[in-house]
């Protein structure tokens, strides 16, 4: 598998339940960024969390940081029909560029 | 708007013909990503570069395939003698440095080889 992979592929939700996506990666890292990508549009960055953090939040994400596990989980509380995107976890593996997984596609279904 | 533009949004080029690909990174950006998009799938890194200079082209095909950022203008990804699998869409990403700081992206040119 890859450096970064997440889970699920896709997600179905209603509007106003709890999305969570996971990331594994692989090797050490030195920061852990997530990012949402509309269609048809380029990546937005959402947070970026840093091997020495445990939890971060920002509005309605909260991402949290489990680096014995070489793990991550994006959770979106209280979801809207506007959230519905792929969302994918970035790792920088400690060199100067960042791998990307395959993305969750997350539908919020009004 | 102060973002990362790309140009053009789409291109379609015929077998056999080069591709232009151009990216204007953010104002005081001095670090440029390209990366590659197939449907449904992730990015995949293609090369990182700096003014002037390419710091890692590891996800760069060997053939084919070049990237420049010079001093002055845009950061140019060109592709030559195109062939149908390199239909992809291609997006840039600019950074104040490397590391640790967030990369924000253009909207990507859609390559269509016939």
């Known amino acids: 598998s890859q450096q970064g992979e997440e889970d699920p592929q896709a997600l179905s939700i209603q509007e106003g339940e709890n999305a969570t996506m996971n990331c594994s990666y692989k090797?050490?890292?030195?920061?852990l960024q997530w990012y949402r990508q509309n269609s048809g549009r380029g990546l937005v960055h959402l947070i970026l969390?840093?091997?020495?953090?445990r939890e971060k939040h920002s509005g309605r994400l909260r991402v949290t940081l489990d680096t014995s596990k070489k793990s991550s989980s994006l959770l979106i509380t209280a979801s809207r029909a506007a959230d519905t995107a792929s969302y994918f976890c970035?790792?920088?593996?400690?060199?100067?560029?960042?791998?990307f997984g395959p993305g969750t596609r997350l539908s919020v279904l009004p | 708007n102060a973002g990362v533009m790309q140009n053009p949004r789409h291109l379609v080029r015929r077998r056999g013909q080069e591709a232009r690909l151009r990216c204007s990174p953010m104002?005081?950006?001095?670090?440029v990503y390209w990366y590659r998009q197939l449907p449904e799938e992730g990015l995949k890194f293609m090369v990182y570069?700096?003014?002037?200079?390419?710091?890692?082209e590891s996800g760069m095909p060997k053939e084919r395939f070049s990237a420049e950022f010079p001093k002055e203008g845009p950061s140019i990804l060109r592709i030559q003698q195109v062939v149908r699998g390199d239909s992809a869409a291609y997006f840039c990403?600019?950074?104040?440095?490397?590391?640790?700081?967030?990369?924000?992206f253009g909207d990507g040119t859609r390559l269509s080889i016939l």
């Open positions: 990403a600019s950074s104040l440095a490397d590391g640790n700081q967030p990369q924000h």
């Open positions: 090797t050490s890292i030195n920061n």
């Open positions: 969390i840093r091997s020495n953090e």
């Open positions: 970035a790792t920088d593996a400690g060199g100067q560029n960042f791998v």
């Open positions: 104002k005081g950006h001095s670090h």
């Open positions: 570069l700096q003014k002037e200079n390419i710091i890692d």
